[in-house]
């Protein structure tokens, strides 16, 4: 056996005590409630209205009594709906179809717009005034199988937790509460408007939908404005929109927390206030908005007072007009407007809400009823009535159908009872939902039976609507956009400007005539309110540190990224052909850079080629000419006019490397360059040999010249220029040079150029120039002191020296310069140490023949 331990022993008990003392206190509570009105019929429906507005609030701590609530102030409003639930019984009572043969009576009570009258109002419902008690059990059934009601969430909170338990249903007309939708904790609620999941979802489209990503909040401290708030927080975190600031108002010290949620709104940069409240508190913001004279903010309204027409006045209108914000649904209802303004206190001796009326509307006394008005103002003050008052002639809220839309909702509710009792009624036993398929009681209704078919309620109305309600007692939800419009005569004009209907496909629930919308400034152009201004295309946003993600800066992108929309988050990085533009919103295609025809640089260095081909050839004419001269004739025609023909070819040759790179000239640029060089060196080579060896061969006993004839010097050429031909073919058949793409060096060009494909070759075919140039050096230098007039070792020599400086100074610059100049430098160092060879082995000759024809003679030649 399970031990307790005697505490909570003594706990069980003492809350089983409790719960007894409750039952017996609910089920003998005879005390007198607020009155109301009645109508017997085979089935009675329950009503609760805020037919009366509370001027204390019903708040105390625990120390002290609670105060009494004092109903003064009479709503005509709330009358409208009562009444509106009668009209609708009426009508369903003249109706054959629906429910023929059964009368549907009404028991409507007052809440008072509060909690615990609302609850007192219940539990007179539930409970027969005549019904006896005994051993603390409440006997039979409750009176009303059904309850129409409340207005208010709080209201509906407490009482659907007390009817509950006795699966009494209670379908609400103005409830909205997301609270109220969790059916483990009200089981028996339904209700006709939406819940305010739909309209919290409804007010973030909206809000996204203008841009508005910085928004501030005030919102009502119960039920109704907390749960619409987590809601209103959850949703619109989904987006890029964030809440500037939440403020709370409570009915305790009201007076002492308007002033500081008026100083939030007027310190906020915020432009676009959501006030999600009821509308008395509304009204009093607005009060304190006007005397702080805030009027440059842009309200968006709430259901619970988008249709208010009491909130307009001559100094509320510089506040409240433009204002925005989603109502339920409207309808005229016909037949509505007659019957309300028919109602006398003659014809209504049960309704002694009349006797309020008719002292609010025509300021005179009324006594039709025997029932005492709790709280209320006493009508001694009053004229006596004379009888002749009329409804028709007046211009009153009560009156006014212009805005039926609580109204309408009452109508679908208790248009809903009237179906789920028609099912039931037609249920056929051997067919019915219940236990052995039996059907509830159709005379005697029991309440979790009639739940049932409530649940079940699914109907085409008079207006085209489906009325039905979800698993969570929710109805279809949809919505009207309103915008408050002053009229030619001042008054307030609710203007549908769209619709939210959450049946509709994702995206498209949201459906509005934005040239309608008149705004708060008075136009047509909708507000900014934003913590940020939008960054431009070009830019990214930057958060700021410790701020929403709607507070941040703009950045522009860095080169090679954009922007090309609004407020982005980052910028994309341009394909690699591509750079961005100035603006950086575009990409565009990079600037293809490379040594061109056309470029001053290209031009000038295409005419030195051809100035020194040309000059070279010249040259050689000369010594054509000048064939059989002695100076020709003693430094080897033959090797000359073949030098003379390599450095043209080296001339021409840097020709290639100007233009765009193509396959030909990439692999013709190199190649070319090297044989030529090496065949110019080759010969210079050659020549040098010769020099030095035609000297020791002066020698006693040496033979050496037989080694070097003519035909030895051009085996030397050949065999020199063959090995460079060898390495320059397997450099083109094994990895060519080809035309690439260079962006490393500049991210924002494309240099074309020649990719050198193997690097070995390439290192092959240079180094195999400077290794000849080297031997040329040195047989130059060893030969450059020999006494004779033949001797052109000095000159050789001197040619080798300018040949190996270009060319070490060739290399660090090739390196170190970039895009097209990297070409230009190669060119200037093949027509630099070109020009060298020309100048230093054929400038003296020519100057000889050309100026000093007297030394070119044999007797000059051979002094020495």
């Not at 609302?118 to 059904?146: F, I, M, R, T, W």
């Not at 749960?227 to 600031?245: D, L, R, S």
């Not at 005539?513 to 507000?527: L, T, V």
């Not at 958060?543 to 080169?559: H, L, N, S, T, Y």
């Amino acid at each position: 056996m399970m031990y307790l331990h005697p505490f909570w022993v003594l706990l069980l008990l003492i809350s089983i005590e409790t719960l007894l003392s409750t039952v017996e206190h609910l089920c003998k509570l005879r005390e007198k409630f607020s009155p109301g009105a009645y109508k017997d019929g085979d089935i009675v429906l329950g009503g609760l209205f805020s037919l009366h507005l509370r001027t204390a609030p019903n708040y105390h701590s625990f120390r002290s009594q609670p105060s009494p609530v004092r109903c003064l102030h009479f709503s005509q409003r709330g009358l409208r709906l009562a009444q509106t639930m009668v009209f609708s019984i009426e009508e369903i009572n003249r109706n054959d179809e629906l429910l023929p043969n059964i009368t549907l009576g009404y028991k409507i009570l007052d809440s008072c717009g509060t909690p615990s009258e609302g609850l007192k109002g219940a539990l007179k419902l539930l409970n027969e005034e005549d019904q006896p008690v005994s051993n603390y059990a409440c006997a039979g059934l409750p009176s009303v199988p059904v309850i129409i009601g409340d207005g208010g969430s709080s209201q509906s909170v407490v009482v659907s937790r007390m009817v509950a338990p006795f699966s009494v249903s209670m379908i609400s007309y103005f409830s909205s509460c997301i609270c109220l939708s969790d059916k483990h904790e009200f089981p028996t609620f339904f209700r006709t408007i939406p819940s305010d999941a739909v309209q919290i979802k409804a007010l973030v489209r909206l809000v996204q939908h203008f841009k508005w990503t910085w928004v501030g909040v005030v919102a009502q401290d119960n039920d109704y404005g907390r749960f619409g708030m987590m809601a209103f927080i959850e949703e619109i975190a989904k987006f890029e929109t964030c809440v500037a600031f939440i403020e709370f108002i409570s009915p305790v010290g009201i007076a002492d927390r308007l002033p500081q949620v008026v100083k939030t709104i007027k310190t906020s940069s915020a432009k676009v206030i959501i006030i999600f409240c009821a509308e008395r508190f509304t009204a009093a913001l607005v009060k304190e908005l006007i005397l702080h004279n805030v009027t440059d903010i842009q309200l968006i309204a709430s259901e619970a007072w988008i249709t208010s027409v009491q909130l307009w006045t001559a100094e509320s209108l510089k506040i409240l007009s433009g204002t925005i914000g989603f109502g339920i649904r409207r309808v005229k209802i016909p037949g509505l407007r007659e019957f309300l303004v028919k109602l006398h206190p003659s014809t209504e001796p049960h309704n002694p809400f009349v006797e309020e009326l008719w002292r609010e509307v025509f300021g005179c006394s009324v006594k039709i009823s025997n029932q005492t008005l709790v709280g209320t103002l006493s009508s001694a003050s009053f004229k006596p009535c004379t009888g002749s008052e009329n409804l028709e002639a007046t211009d009153t809220t009560y009156a006014d159908v212009s805005e039926l839309r609580g109204s309408y909702n009452v109508y679908k509710a208790v248009y809903a009872v009237a179906h789920a009792l028609h099912n039931l009624q037609l249920c056929e036993n051997g067919k019915g939902p219940f236990a052995n398929k039996t059907c509830g009681g159709k005379s005697n209704i029991v309440p979790w039976q009639l739940l049932h078919y409530i649940k079940e309620v699914q109907f085409i109305n008079h207006f085209g609507e489906e009325v039905s309600f979800d698993k969570n007692g929710d109805p279809v939800a949809s919505y009207d956009l309103i915008n408050w419009q002053q009229g030619a005569d001042g008054t307030v004009q609710f203007v549908e400007v769209g619709y939210y209907d959450a049946a509709l496909p994702t995206g498209k629930e949201l459906e509005m005539d934005e040239d309608r919308i008149i705004w708060h400034q008075g136009d047509n152009i909708a507000p900014v309110s934003v913590c940020s201004e939008s960054c431009l295309a070009g830019t990214r946003k930057a958060a700021q540190k410790g701020q929403p993600i709607c507070c941040f800066d703009c950045v522009p992108c860095a080169e090679g990224t954009i922007s090309n929309q609004t407020d982005s988050m980052e910028c994309l990085i341009c394909p690699l052909q591509q750079w961005s533009n100035e603006r950086r919103d575009q990409c565009i295609p990079k600037d293809v850079e490379f040594l061109s025809f056309y470029d001053t640089m290209g031009i000038t260095l295409t005419a030195v080629s051809l100035f020194g081909a040309c000059i070279t050839g010249v040259v050689a004419t000369v010594f054509l000419y000048f064939l059989n001269t002695p100076i020709v004739r003693a430094n080897n025609s033959e090797l000359s006019f073949l030098l003379l023909i390599s450095l043209i070819l080296c001339f021409l040759c840097s020709i290639a490397f100007i233009g765009q790179p193509t396959t030909w000239s990439c692999m013709v640029r190199h190649t070319g360059f090297g044989v030529s060089f090496v065949l110019c060196i080759s010969c210079i080579l050659s020549k040098t040999l010769v020099v030095l060896m035609a000297f020791k061969a002066t020698l006693p006993a040496s033979n050496a010249m037989k080694w070097f004839g003519p035909k030895q010097q051009r085996s030397i050429v050949f065999l020199c220029t063959l090995i460079q031909i060898i390495i320059c073919v397997i450099w083109l058949v094994t990895s060519p040079p080809l035309p690439s793409k260079n962006t490393k060096y500049q991210s924002a060009k494309i240099i074309l150029e020649c990719d050198v494909g193997s690097t070995v070759a390439f290192c092959c075919v240079f180094g195999y120039i400077g290794l000849l140039a080297g031997i040329c050096l040195l047989l130059a230098f060893l030969a450059r002191a020999l006494p004779d007039k033949f001797n052109e070792a000095k000159f050789i020599t001197f040619s080798m020296l300018i040949f190996f400086a270009v060319w070490v100074t060739f290399i660090p610059a090739y390196v170190s310069t970039p895009g097209k100049y990297t070409v230009a430098v190669e060119i200037f160092a093949i027509l630099a140490s070109s020009f060298g060879l020309l100048s230093c082995i054929f400038a003296p000759k020519c100057f000889i023949i050309l100026l000093r024809p007297e030394e070119n003679s044999k007797k000059r030649l051979m002094s020495k």
